[in-house]
């Protein structure tokens, strides 16, 4: 098979990382983290955009993309300290979602078996269903929880007519049994979205909301503390989820369905390097970027370096820890990692 490459644009890899092809094993054989592409927005509700969104994160940065990135702060270079790859994008065609999903799911599963964390571009944030149920075909329906940074809760059940688009995907998860809703944790909601009616399933699963006003009158440090105790209780990974809505739209204006009075970048940045240093991170997904409502790229910048917290923290939960490895453990005979013939692909979302 000959890399697929992007589905927009050129084939760039995320600031120059080595590339690899999912079809050919020896290609990633080794790989501790596989950047993923999902350049898919046929599940948006409003502004559409974020198909260019990996394309977009991808090459957002004004230092030379030579796959090495330093951080000040940890004295780590997650580009370089761990082996990251990309794969360029998984073929998602905006007007098929019930095609593209279970393409993508595939994709991670093959990923996950394989030994690597997946780390996937969005894309709207539909993407989260395979790319959680991907992970969770591997490791076990209810052993991987879920971290969610969001405005939105994205648990709608019927939208637009449709089980699949980018308000529903946490409410697939648990009717999936890939996720359990005591495992469920989800931060920096606000606004005037979903209604009675869904909060009160979101609590009957047990899911537990961070509201931006809780965020706001407890602090970010104390309830980061509480889901991740949360997080690690009787799971044996965690599912990081951000959609970069999460953030007000003051710092990140380039998203479809943008609601004031969100976390501050800043704020952003440092919950990810924390969760991505503290806890067993087995896969993440960065979503809702959308070029076309940008400015000056301030949104992709952000994408770019939420991406790079997350490797610096795992780098040096590496670099500190003689357990840190997060997945190859937990395959126990389901995974291969040595290097055989990837999993076959998941069943279809
Ligand atoms: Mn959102």
Same mark, same amino acid.
């Given at each position: 098979m000959v890399r697929y490459g992007?589905?927009?644009?050129?084939? #760039?890899t995320f600031l120059g990382v080595d590339r690899c092809d999912l079809d050919d094993p020896a290609t990633w054989a080794g790989a501790d983290v596989v950047v993923l592409g999902a350049? /898919?927005? @046929? @599940?948006?509700?409003?502004?559409? @955009?974020?198909? /260019?969104g990996p394309g977009a994160i991808r090459t957002?940065?004004?230092?030379?993309? %030579?796959g090495s990135r330093p951080s000040?702060?940890?004295?780590?270079?997650g580009l370089r300290d761990l082996r990251v790859l990309d794969a360029g994008? #998984?073929?998602?065609?905006? +007007?098929d979602i019930e095609r593209a999903l279970p393409a993508l799911e595939a994709a991670v599963e093959k990923v996950v078996r394989g030994g690597a964390v997946p780390l996937v571009l969005g894309?709207?944030?539909?993407i989260a269903y395979p790319d959680a149920k991907g992970v969770a075909n591997v490791l076990g329906a209810g052993r991987v929880s879920m971290l969610h940074f969001d405005a939105?809760? %994205?648990? +709608? &059940?019927?939208?637009f007519g449709s089980l699949w688009g980018h308000g529903q995907p946490m409410r697939r998860l648990l009717e999936s049994g890939a996720v359990r809703g005591d495992r469920f944790l989800q931060i920096g909601l606000r606004g005037y979205w979903p209604g009675p009616e869904t909060l009160d399933w979101m609590a009957a699963q047990g899911m537990r909301a961070y509201e931006m006003s809780e965020v706001v009158a407890r602090g970010l440090d104390a309830c980061l503390a509480e889901a991740s105790a949360l997080a690690t209780d009787d799971c044996d990974g965690v599912f990081l989820s951000v %959609?970069? &809505? #999460? #953030?007000d739209p003051g710092h990140a204006? +380039?998203?479809g369905t943008p609601e004031p009075g969100g976390l501050s970048a800043r704020q952003l940045l440092d919950a990810v390097r924390r969760i991505c240093l503290e806890l067993p991170v087995v896969g993440i997904d960065v979503v809702e970027v959308s070029p076309p409502y940008d400015s000056a790229d301030v949104t992709a910048l952000l994408a770019s370096r939420v991406v790079l917290e997350a490797l610096s923290g795992m780098a040096l939960r590496r670099a500190d820890g003689p357990?840190? %490895?997060?997945l190859r453990p937990l395959l126990?005979?389901? +995974?291969?990692?040595? @290097?055989g013939t990837p999993g076959a692909p998941g069943a279809p979302a």
């Open positions: 992007a589905q927009y644009g050129p084939d #760039v350049p /898919f927005d @046929g @599940g948006t509700s409003h502004r559409p @955009g974020t198909r /260019f957002a940065c004004y230092l030379p993309h %030579d000040l702060a940890l004295r780590v270079d994008d #998984v073929e998602m065609y905006s +007007g894309g709207d944030h539909s939105h809760a %994205d648990t +709608g &059940d019927i939208e %959609d970069i &809505d #999460v #953030v204006p +380039g998203t357990a840190w %490895d997060p126990d005979g389901r +995974g291969e990692v040595s @290097g």
